[in-house]
DNA sequence: GGACTGATAGTTTTT
DNA sequence: CTATCAGTCC
């Protein structure tokens, strides 16, 4: 069957639409225009998505219609003359914004999907990689390889089209954002491509010029904004009614199914020849090769078009024959009747001269292409037959558009015009202007005065630390292979490159074997990637030293000497809930608690991190209910923890420490077998800490130690600087190294954060970093609240990535000559003092469209179905608390209780069993509350819980877990919930540990794992002490303010300061500081006041700025910008 | 024991 | 503003 499609449209949920984009509407324009299956666009919005299920039914294989009866009522507004079937197809198109090979890509592509449950599949995929609500056509950091891969994965019938693959601004091959071919852009699944978009401004005979073009099929659309719009550019097809007819027939054009396309003269498009539209300047390539790509007015990068970079990528010459299916050029009936008339496309004549053809003549389509001239005539528009026969031979001139700027039409010259008028001629006169070739010579007006505000974008950061160049320093600290070394080594000088490369040494020279390292840091994520660079160093199968965090390796150690002892490692939630459960017992005994469960975890830590007695840590002294209600849940909280084996965090370290003092032999034989220990981020050891390090060595051993005092962050959980400037005297004659040239940021920003830092109270001495690059200023950017703040950032990063959608360029809202270095969303990071401002600004530039990471505290496993199946591993395991237990039966068909749970953990902590052993004696003693039926049903429940347990216990860990989620509710609450992501984590987890011991470990020691799919780029929301260790091109630091930085009540303002130090150094090249004057605080509205650390900044080193109170934000009013 | 009310305090966070 | 906890009532 015979069918025109238009397959690239929008609906209203996307920005810069037209309102009254519905399926009712299309339903109706179809039908006017002559369409008979049209895109849905925008699937992947829930919006439209709720609207395409409740109104649309499937009538041919992925082919719906609009529900009848809702049909009927349409078409009541549809000539008669025009009415015809219409089917949608499910598509939708994404916005990639992402880097590859350095460079930000930036192209839009175009999705089919099979169906409704496919596109609901396919939703659910890219929610997890980026924000889909926002926008009809989401912008994912995504890269568009992985886009494919997805597609691909979802359905063999899926599949993706690259869209309008030549605009500069986002496309496959744009001349700003995109590759040279298909190949670069899509990788190993390049042949998985089978159709290119061309967009307006090209046209197949264009596209043909590039051979490697050749093996796609090249499909047009309307990509339209507006009903209006619609199939200025459609694909005519001659094959099945169907989505799999339209597939086979863009996949196998050798079968005839696709017949070719009806083209926009790509002259007339917004992006066909090059210049720049604030000055006014339009250029042939030709010219613009001529002025070296450089704009006459204002001295900057001209915008090419189409053309030019069809040019440049194109292998045949103008006019050689080439591949391809006929296509055929047409004009919007509306801007032919414009002309005609006179008057504007959107003028109420025309309007009426439209309806008028139509009513009369039949669909637009089949006026422009088939309708005979007589009948044309025979509606009395004067010169509109003449206007459409032109139209058809290609006899009109266009002025091409630029720059965002449609091309203008002429088809008469005003004699001509006068001439037909007068004459009414039917016949073609002699003298007509030429076939197309555009009048496309530069046009000039008078300057036009644009005002930018980045004439010198920074230069990219300098030679990275990764190259194989090393400073003195950085050589010297690698190859002081002797007794103690102390590395001062401040932000950006390369602290884990030498770290890494001092281990390779030693290894390599073999000074040290494997087995003699033992190399310490503070976080899961530092020991992996420095186990990483070594294995990427060393090569494969080599043996690695033992790296990992403090308190990692003081498991494995304890391991070794205990033998198989089982130590599990509570996690917080664990501790607190043991508190808990510590207070309520001690509460018993006739005292009330006079402080928090936190309050309480805080003190335990804090006595067990200096290894002292419980006396010498909680409440004050003079409080003597308090302390001795402290000391009661402290006494209990540790028989509850040895009675089931647990051990906490602090005690990982604390008894290592105690067994190594008190055990010189065992002491003496860890200190033969690490001949090398080398601890990173010493700064930020606490007591116990400390005393490890020092268990482990002696005076004169091999240690090496690397850090930096200025960014002790933690103090509030017992780091002590201190510990670093003692280190010459703690091993006398160790060698001091300084690292101070910084390859991470420019001199301005360390200038800056060093005169922050130099005003600590703390009287160290220190020597200025260097940089490699001046760098500019810093920006201080005042507003009036939070929110403005926030929409601030998001503005800049808008600005910098260089918009994130058409709608910037062209509206002329950014100065498309003017702008700075292309950016993408990984580059950019905000950081805050408090978790609490990120949610703000992550909701503002998320409703902006801005993809953003927000850090949480909250981990992976605390989804509760992932949470769930933890418990049941470590019951099954015979690892379980009580916790887990409480957890655990949610998840099954169970009679019990959780108060009758609750009152078996009192049993069983009144008789001091652990969960295995109370579970044991249930069935033979009676449990206190509970009657016989009760604990009959309980005891049926441990029973299931062992037989589950028996069930499974000899399986390899994933079968375990597949069998978990078939025994319990677990596998039902993952298959509903989108918490994939959950799973994939613990997946991963899985397949890095060796057993199951090792995985809770990992479970219960391990950091937070992102919920994000890390192929999408996005920016960076976290705080400023979790940004230690990170570097990006471009920060924002929010909430300079009194009261934040440094934060109301801290204690140690010299650590507020090095805090805002840690967050000024975390910038490669540009550094924005914000205040707001105003900002909610508990629900009250605070004036506020610029943090006092700004004043000892050098002014002169500062750029500030004020951002009106504007209004705040004109959503869709003004639909100029993402704010 | 569970549902309600009112008072109160409220960083930062890795393991 | 909101989570938490203690106290109150049924």
């Not at 529900?67 to 008669?80: F, K, L, T, Y």
């Not at 359905?155 to 309008?164: E, G, I, N, S, Y």
Request: overall charge neutral; proline content about 5%; charged content about 25%.
């Amino acid at each position: 069957m015979k069918f025109i499609a238009d397959l690239h449209i929008h609906s209203r949920f996307s920005r810069a639409t037209s309102r009254n984009l519905d399926l009712e509407n299309l339903y109706i324009s179809a039908q006017c225009k002559g369409i008979q299956v049209l895109g849905t666009g925008d699937a992947t919005h829930p919006g439209w998505f709720d609207e395409i299920q409740s109104r649309l039914v499937e009538a041919e294989a992925g082919f719906y219609r609009l529900d009848p009866n809702q049909a009927s009522i349409c078409d009541r507004w549809v000539p008669e003359s025009c009415r015809g079937e219409v089917r949608f197809v499910l598509t939708a198109e994404i916005s990639n914004i992402y880097k590859k090979d350095g460079r930000t890509r930036k192209n839009h592509n175009l999705v089919f999907l099979p169906d409704l449950e496919t596109a609901q599949r396919f939703n659910r995929r890219l929610e997890k990689i980026g924000n889909i609500h926002s926008d009809g056509r989401p912008i994912l950091g995504l890269d568009a390889r992985d886009l494919l891969d997805i597609v691909l994965n979802l359905d063999a019938r899926a599949f993706l089209v690259p869209a309008h693959i030549w605009t500069p601004w986002f496309s496959m091959l744009g001349s700003r954002s995109g590759f040279d071919s298909l190949e670069q852009c899509f990788g190993d699944l390049a042949p998985h491509v089978f159709a290119a978009e061309t967009g307006l401004s090209s046209d197949p005979e264009m596209n043909r010029r590039v051979s490697g073009l050749d093996r796609l099929v090249l499909i047009s659309n309307s990509d339209a904004h507006s009903t209006a719009k619609l199939g200025r550019e459609a694909n005519c097809f001659d094959t099945d009614f169907s989505y799999e007819g339209i597939r086979e027939a863009l996949a196998h054009p050798e079968n005839g199914g696709f017949c070719g396309t009806l083209e926009f003269y790509p002259e007339e498009g917004k992006y066909h020849l090059d210049g720049h539209r604030q000055c006014a300047v339009r250029l042939t390539p030709a010219e613009t090769r001529k002025l070296e790509g450089i704009c006459p007015v204002c001295h900057r990068p001209l915008t090419l078009g189409v053309l030019h970079r069809v040019e440049s990528l194109a292998d045949r010459c103008q006019g050689q024959p080439r591949p391809g299916l006929p296509f055929s050029k047409l004009v919007p009936l509306t801007d032919i009747l414009a002309e005609v008339l006179q008057c504007g496309a959107v003028s109420k004549r025309v309007t009426e001269a439209y309806r008028r053809c139509l009513e009369s003549l039949g669909s637009e389509l089949s006026i422009l292409q088939e309708i005979s001239p007589d009948r044309i005539s025979s509606l009395d528009i004067p010169l509109l037959d003449e206007a459409i026969r032109r139209v058809r031979q290609g006899r009109l001139v266009i002025d091409g558009g630029f720059d965002g700027q449609f091309g203008t039409l002429h088809f008469f010259t005003p004699a001509e015009r006068r001439r037909l008028l007068g004459q009414q001629s039917l016949f073609v006169l002699p003298g007509s202007p030429a076939p197309v070739s555009g009048r496309g010579g530069p046009v000039r007006s008078e300057p036009i005065q644009t005002s930018w505000r980045d004439p010198s974008p920074a230069a990219p950061s300098a030679a990275n630390s990764a190259g194989s160049l090393m400073t003195d320093a950085q050589k010297a600290a690698v190859e002081a292979m002797k007794g103690p070394v102390m590395v001062v080594a401040g932000p950006g000088t390369g602290k884990t490159f030498t770290l890494t490369r001092r281990i390779v040494r030693l290894l390599e020279t073999g000074q040290a074997s494997a087995g003699q390292i033992l190399a310490v840091t503070f976080t899961q994520k530092a020991a992996d990637q420095m186990q990483r660079r070594i294995a990427d160093l060393m090569g494969k199968g080599r043996d690695l030293p033992l790296i990992g965090t403090l308190h990692g390796c003081c498991y494995r150690l304890l391991q070794q000497i205990d033998g198989d002892r089982p130590m599990t490692v509570l996690d917080e939630d664990h501790r607190l809930e043991l508190i808990r459960d510590a207070m309520t017992l001690a509460a018993q005994d006739d005292l009330s608690a006079p402080f928090s469960v936190p309050q309480m975890l805080g003190w335990i830590e804090a006595v067990k991190q200096r290894i002292q007695e419980p006396s010498s840590g909680g409440p004050p002294a003079h409080d003597v209910p308090a302390r001795r209600f402290y000391l009661r849940v402290f006494e209990i909280y540790r028989n509850l923890m040895a009675v089931q084996g647990f051990l906490d965090f602090d005690d990982l370290v604390a008894c290592m420490v105690v067994r190594l003092e008190a055990d010189a032999e065992l002491a003496a034989s860890l200190k033969r077998r690490f001949v090398h220990v080398l601890v990173d981020e010493y700064q930020d050891l606490n007591h116990a800490q400390y005393r490890l390090v020092r268990a482990l060595t002696e005076p004169g051993s091999h240690l090496f130690i690397i850090g930096d005092p200025d960014q002790c962050i933690y103090g509030f959980r017992g780091s002590d600087w201190r510990y670093f400037d003692r280190f010459s005297d703690d091993y006398p004659g160790a060698s001091v190294i300084r690292l101070q040239h910084s390859y991470r940021s420019p001199q301005s920003i360390l200038d800056a954060a060093g005169q922050v830092v130099a005003g600590c109270r703390d009287g160290r001495r220190r020597l200025p970093l260097k940089a490699t690059a001046p760098g500019r200023r810093l920006n201080l950017i005042r507003t009036e609240s939070e929110k403005a703040e926030a929409v601030a950032i998001g503005r800049i990063i808008e600005q910098m990535v260089g918009g994130s959608g058409f709608e910037a360029y062209d509206f002329g809202k950014v100065d498309s000559a003017g702008r700075g270095q292309e950016r993408s969303f990984a580059d950019f990071a905000i950081l805050y003092r408090t978790h609490r401002q990120g949610g703000m600004i992550a909701e503002v530039l998320e409703a902006a469209g801005i993809p953003c990471r927000l850090a949480s505290r909250r981990r992976i496993w605390d989804t509760p179905h992932v949470a769930g199946l933890v418990c049941w591993l470590r019951l099954c395991m015979g690892q379980g608390s009580f916790f887990d237990l409480e957890r655990a039966i949610a998840w099954i068909a169970a009679e019990t209780s959780g108060s009758d749970l609750k009152r078996f953990k009192k049993w069983c902590h009144a008789r001091g069993y652990g969960l295995a052993e109370g579970m044991r004696q249930a069935a033979r003693l009676p449990v206190q509350g509970l009657n016989a039926a009760r604990q009959h049903r309980m005891i049926a429940l441990f029973a299931d819980l062992e037989r589950i347990g028996d069930e499974i216990r000899d399986r390899p860990l994933e079968a375990r877990i597949d069998a978990l989620l078939e025994k319990t509710r677990l596998g039902e609450a993952f298959d509903a919930s989108p918490a994939e992501a959950g799973l994939a984590a613990l997946a991963e987890w899985i397949d890095a540990c060796r057993d199951e011991t090792d995985l809770l470990l990992h479970l219960s020691l391990s950091a937070d794992a992102d919920l994000y799919d890390p192929r999408g780029e996005r920016v960076a929301l976290m705080t400023l002490h979790a940004a230690k260790g990170l570097e990006f091109p471009v920060v924002f630091i929010a909430g300079c303010e009194d009261g934040l930085i440094p934060l109301i009540g801290a204690e140690d303002l010299d650590e507020e300061r090095r805090l805002f130090y840690v967050g000024l150094t975390r910038a490669g090249e540009r550094l924005f500081l914000l205040t707001a004057a105003r900002r909610m605080c508990y629900g009250r509205c605070e004036n506020r006041t610029m943090s006092p650390f700004i004043a000892d900044i050098d002014p002169g080193l500062l750029e500030i700025e004020s951002v009106a109170g504007r209004p705040l934000p004109l959503r869709r009013q003004t639909q100029m910008s993402l704010f």
